[in-house]
Each structure stands twice: as C-alpha cells, then as structure tokens.
C-alpha cells in the first residue's frame, strides 16, 4: 500500500498570501494525484488530477505540481473561503487508493 | 450535472451490518466509463476508500475491509449499495459515494456525495 504523507498538519496564513502544501508518496506515483479541498460539514471537492490539471470550475489562485514522490498544491492569494482541509489522494496504484491525512489551513 | 446521494439508516448495532444506497441522478451506474466508490471518514478523521464497483459488477475492495465488505448495483441501475458486516465502534463514520472515471490513469473522485453519516452503536 502506498502511504501519503501530508506536510504540514496545519498551516496559518493570512488572507490574502500564499499558501504552500506539500504531499510526498512512499513509492512513486507517476503523475497520478489528485487534491481535494473539504469544508466543515460538507463532502470533499475536487481540486486539481493528474498532478497539476485543474477541475472544471476551480479557480486559477490554485495549481499544482510535481511528480513521482513529492507534490505541491499552491494556493497564490489565499482568500476567505479558501480556508479549509486539503487532501492528496494517489491513484497509480491500488486497490486500494490512499489519500494523506490532511492539511488544514487556518487564518492567521 | 451528475449528482449522488447517500441513504441508509444512521444507527446501527454492534456485530450487525451497515446498508447503505447510493442514488445517482442525472446519469447512470451503467456506463462504462465509470467506477462507483464508497469512501468513509470517522469523525475528524481522514479518509478512507472502501471500494468501487464497475458496471459489470466487478469489484475492487480495500484489503483492510475485503472480508466484511460487498458493494453491488441496484435493481435499478441507478443505484448501488454497500454491505459492510460485522461492523464495531471503529465502523462509525460518515459514508460518502462518487464516481471515478475508468480512463487510464484514472481514478480521482468526482463528484461525491454529501455523505450520510453512520454510528456503531448499541
């Protein structure tokens, strides 16, 4: 099973700068990763596939990166509704598929 | 727009078992292009995939959950189910269904399902 790892646990930002999460796999996943954003109370949404392809309707503040073992998710100008929980999930290789354990960005 | 909505009841005792429906609308289970999952999260936890079926009826299944679990397609194509048994406190967790394309690499979910949540408890 692959493991992913999510860095940090919780990030304080203030609105308005940019935030930096970081997903590392214990073996390589290629370019298979997904990120997803998840608000108290609600189901997780999809963010960004394929490493770095945004979702139909995801604003342009969020991209991603990488590959293999070690991703990023930026999110450039952080804004009110941003703060949230965010999740990398891999799909290279399965059963099962295995997410991280999560990022929650909080306002500073 | 496709939408999936989660059913079932939300309590359910020790060493019984966990039914729950996914109801798709504004598409179908029957299409090839998709696998339809079950995901779970205890409360302020992370998530865990349970498993997908595809609509043929083949299956994959987490090996953590592979003896207790059984996900099928409804009678009405429209839906599909999951039966987990002998669940435990450790069971307790909001269930969301979605959907994953088939399309190689595939295997992102979207959309889900708002999640219904299930307690373990006598």
């Known amino acids: 099973e692959i493991v992913m790892t999510q860095s940090p646990a919780t990030l304080s930002v203030s609105p308005g700068e940019r935030a930096t999460l970081s997903c590392r796999a214990s073996?390589?996943?290629?370019?298979?990763l997904a990120w997803y954003q998840q608000k108290p109370g609600q189901a997780p949404r999809l963010l960004i596939y394929?490493?770095?392809t945004k979702a139909t309707g995801i604003p342009a503040r969020f991209s991603g990166s990488g590959s293999g073992t070690e991703f990023t998710l930026t999110i450039s100008s952080l804004q009110s509704e941003d703060f949230a929980v965010y999740y990398c999930?891999?799909?290279?290789?399965?059963?099962?598929?295995?997410f991280g354990q999560g990022t929650k960005v909080e306002i500073k | 727009q496709v939408q999936l909505q989660e059913s079932g009841p939300g309590l359910v005792k020790p060493s019984e078992t966990l039914s729950l429906t996914c109801t798709v609308s504004?598409?179908?289970?029957?299409?090839?292009?998709?696998?339809w999952s079950w995901i779970r999260q205890p409360p302020g936890k992370g998530l865990e995939w349970i498993g997908y079926?595809?609509?043929?009826?083949?299956?994959k299944y987490n090996p953590s959950l592979k003896s207790r679990v059984s996900i099928s397609v409804g009678m009405s194509k429209n839906q599909f189910s999951l039966k987990l048994n002998s669940v435990t406190a450790a069971d307790t967790a909001v269930y969301y269904c979605?959907?994953?394309?088939?399309?190689?690499?595939?295997?992102?979910?979207?959309?889900w399902g708002q999640g219904t949540l299930v307690t373990v408890s006598s």
């Open positions: 979605a959907r994953s394309p088939i399309m190689s690499p595939g295997g992102w979910f979207d959309p």
């Open positions: 504004g598409g179908s289970v029957n299409s090839s292009n998709y696998y």
């Open positions: 079926i595809y609509y043929s009826g083949s299956t």
């Open positions: 073996q390589s996943v290629s370019s298979n």
């Open positions: 394929g490493a770095s």
């Open positions: 999930q891999q799909y290279k290789d399965w059963p099962p598929w295995t």
